[in-house]
């Protein structure tokens, strides 16, 4: 039986008994990587570098028969052949708990329960990678077991650079993904280069060893489908409503689980069997169905009955939208209300959408044999599906995009998803569900706040659980604004729920959406807690990379602002920095998350609590910066959601001091501007 001492060595004498992919489990599709004979040979050179030059005749022949077989060099020799999860953190054999806390969250994230592509080394959303190949994850884990604390591990990309000599209160491991020359951050360029094996997209939490399974946007998830109804169905409640959308397999598995919490009738097309299954077996889905007829009686039935379910359709999304077509055109029934997609739009040509004309086997046979006319056939799906989804919006239906580039490829392909007069080409037909549905909700500092409970104990996390209950009622009784009220009571009855909805799919994970007040003070309590053995080991704090300031992203997460600005990404890259410089365990910034490579900055952190001194100083700093940051750039764009929010905080703390802007009152002064100009002759 293997030992965690296993996933510290970096065996190369003797090597590791030659092994290949275990079919059994779901593998990511072949990745197209573009490469002429001479760069498949720089491949290969680059994935030889990492052994000594006694084993490189052997190991090029199964590097290079996996780069012509799959589109890359994942090293399956290199595969630990024990169960990678979330053990216990005094189970890892490390000089330092920060070292500790690392190697559960990356092992967390390779869980086959956890993992979308485990043995691809892929967390989430198609092609989110941990690494690049199993050498680098073999490489990390050695370097982490050895870091101390007045060391540093820094990451290009999936490779451990090195351990490098720097101080305790510098973060233990920096981690940059996708970083590129901006002209040259194209899906072509990627394509190449993780070919080559020089980069990768780490997607968000994925690449930066934060995930914590589908809960990771479970509330965020429920919180759009009610506000949804709430804002556009004018319902409080969602009995008798029905929600189609499509996706399971990461982070989309969520939608399942926010749809029973929500009370409606929910359901999910997958084109995989493997992910569709595994939601099923966790529970997160609680019927399948692969009959498109069957799958409409029983939509009837359970909005008949108000029944509270979620169905998983194996097969496309897009027979499912063109049948209600049909359904409606014979019946003049409307059977869906609410709709959205979370496919993984932002790679659609790398398998991160299905074309309905083929199968999935068919679909991937083709990508590998004919990635050209994959490409055609994705195109005409987009165009296909949005024909429908425009069909019965006309009839009542309301769709929004979930941030997952579903309408920016469709608009792409040809689809009329553009919204009519709009000369920005940020405006959609459709909403966004940060921008139009979430409402402000970043823009009043709340967001993904996310906690670990390194012990691996249930009752570590119910303790937790009541911690934060407990605080959040707290800030309640001392009185709130009432743009925020709402939101704490949300919040506060989510975290009161959480334990009886079943989250936890790998590490004792919770999410509980948070302002930056709530999330200081969170994170204090949980450091008192260990520090007087209340919780029985540190906690490790972190966020999705999708919240108030860790993401730039024009089409999703600052969709909202209409400043000009919102194409830079100086946020995303400040946040990076000084979450550093105030006390982070780790940091990470990525290129490309959620909407795609060369779309997108982005960055996250994790923070390990221990229930020392240094560690409370630590969390009220980086914690208060790593919010009020980004609501000071939302208040410099003129959202006054977010200036109010800045001015409140800077009245609670003195020396917080944010330049505000100040409002044109009139736009007639504008007008008045370049009339005078005009008639002057002035430039």
């Known amino acids: 039986m293997s030992t965690l001492a296993e996933v510290i060595t970096f065996p190369v004498s003797p090597l590791p008994t030659f092994r290949k992919r275990d079919e059994s489990m779901p593998h990511a599709p072949f990745r197209t990587h573009g490469l002429s004979q001479e760069e498949k040979k720089l491949a290969l050179r680059n994935a030889l570098r990492y052994f000594p030059p006694n084993v490189h005749e052997e190991l090029s022949q199964e590097f290079a028969e996996e780069l012509n077989q799959f589109g890359h060099i994942y090293m399956y020799r290199f595969m630990p052949t024990m169960e990678l999860r979330a053990y216990p953190i005094d189970q890892y054999p490390a000089k330092s708990k920060q070292g500790a806390a690392i190697m559960l969250m990356i092992m967390n994230n390779l869980d086959s329960k956890v993992a979308q592509f485990p043995q691809e080394l892929v967390t989430y959303g198609g092609n989110g990678q941990v690494f690049s190949n199993w050498a680098q994850f073999r ?300 409402g402000d909700i970043f823009s009043l500092g709340f967001g993904p706040f996310r906690w670990i409970c390194a012990s691996g104990k249930a009752e570590d996390l119910e303790k937790t659980d009541k911690i934060a209950v407990s605080v959040l009622e707290n800030i309640l009784s001392e009185g709130l604004d009432p743009s925020v009220k709402q939101q704490y009571e949300d919040n506060l009855h989510w975290i009161r729920e959480a334990g009886k909805n079943n989250l936890v799919v790998g590490s004792q994970a919770r999410i509980l959406y948070a302002d930056q007040r709530a999330r200081a003070a969170i994170a204090i309590a949980f450091n008192k807690a260990i520090k007087n053995k209340e919780i029985s080991d540190c906690i490790i704090v972190s966020r999705d990379h999708h919240d108030v300031s860790g993401t730039d992203s024009p089409f999703r997460e600052t969709s909202n602002v209409y400043d000009g600005s919102a194409f830079t990404a100086d946020m995303a890259v400040q946040n990076f920095v000084g979450d550093a410089i105030r006390g982070a365990t780790w940091v990470a910034l990525h290129n490309g998350g959620g909407v795609g490579w060369g779309e997108v900055m982005n960055g996250g952190f994790g923070l390990v609590l221990d229930g020392t001194a240094e560690a409370e100083k630590k969390a009220d700093s980086m914690l208060n910066w790593d919010v009020a940051n980004g609501v000071a750039r939302r208040s410099w764009s003129g959202n006054n959601y977010a200036k109010a929010t800045i001015q409140r905080e800077m009245e609670r703390n003195p020396r917080l001091k944010v330049t505000v802007p100040s409002n044109v009152e009139s736009e007639d002064i504008l007008d008045k501007a370049f009339s005078d100009v005009h008639v002057n002759g002035l430039n």
């Open 139 to 438: 490489l990390t884990m050695k370097y982490l077991s050895e870091l101390d604390e007045d060391q540093t591990l820094v990451m290009y990309s999936g490779h451990p650079c090195g351990l490098f000599p720097s101080s305790p209160i510098a973060p233990r491991l920096v981690i940059t993904n996708g970083m590129m020359i901006p002209k040259y951050s194209t899906s072509e360029n990627y394509d190449r280069l993780f070919g080559l094996g020089v980069t990768m997209y780490g997607q968000m939490t994925a690449g930066s060893y934060c995930y914590i399974g589908p809960q990771g946007i479970v509330h965020g998830t429920t919180l759009t489908v009610l506000n949804a109804g709430r804002r556009y169905l004018k319902l409080d409640s969602l009995k008798g409503i029905a929600f189609l959308t499509s996706g399971l397999g990461g982070m989309s598995g969520a939608q399942a689980k926010a749809a029973t919490i929500c009370g409606c009738v929910g359901i999910v097309a997958e084109v995989s069997y493997d992910a569709l299954k595994k939601r099923f077996d966790q529970g997160w889905l609680l019927e399948i169905t692969d009959d498109l007829d069957k799958l409409m009686e029983r939509i009837r039935e359970a909005k008949a009955k108000q029944e509270s379910t979620s169905i998983g359709f194996h097969g496309n999304i897009v027979a499912i939208w063109e049948r209600l077509v049909e359904e409606y055109n014979n019946t003049g029934e409307l059977l869906v209300e609410l709709g959205s997609d979370q496919t993984s739009c932002h790679c659609p040509f790398s398998g991160g959408y299905y074309p309905v004309q083929l199968t999935y086997k068919e679909a991937n046979e083709l990508l590998a044999e004919n990635p050209e006319k994959f490409r055609e056939l994705v195109k005409d799906s987009l165009r296909r599906q949005v024909l429908a989804i425009n069909a019965l919006a006309d009839k009542g239906l309301f769709f929004w995009d979930y941030g997952n580039a579903f309408l920016l490829e469709a608009r792409r392909a040809g689809a009329d998803v553009t919204k009519l007069g709009d000369l920005t080409g940020l405006l959609f037909r459709y909403p966004s569900y940060v921008q139009d549905i979430m």
